[in-house]
């Protein structure tokens, strides 16, 4: 399983990511929504999770985004 993990609280992102690899999930962290957009372009994943107000792009316009294109 690929886990895209978009989250701007780096501690928690970096203890989410620790989580997952730990289960054996590959996971991608990044911080900011158009990091996350951009890697969900050109990456495969079986998973994404946004947390809702990022940087640059909030995760709700991510998700829009996303299921406009698809």
Same mark, same amino acid.
């Given at each position: 399983?690929?886990?895209?993990?978009?989250?701007?609280?780096?501690? /928690?992102?970096?203890?989410?990511?620790?989580?997952?690899?730990?289960?054996?999930?590959?996971?991608? $962290?990044?911080?900011?929504?158009?990091?996350?957009?951009?890697?969900?372009?050109?990456?495969?994943?079986? $998973?994404?999770? /946004?947390?809702?107000? /990022?940087?640059?792009?909030?995760?709700?316009? $991510?998700?829009?985004?996303?299921?406009?294109?698809?």
């Amino acid at each position: 399983m690929r886990v895209l993990l978009v989250e701007d609280e780096k501690p /928690l992102a970096a203890a989410l990511g620790k989580i997952f690899e730990k289960n054996k999930i590959l996971v991608d $962290v990044v911080n900011d929504g158009i990091e996350g957009k951009l890697l969900s372009e050109h990456d495969v994943y079986d $998973v994404i999770i /946004l947390d809702i107000m /990022l940087p640059g792009m909030d995760g709700l316009e $991510v998700c829009r985004k996303l299921r406009n294109e698809a």
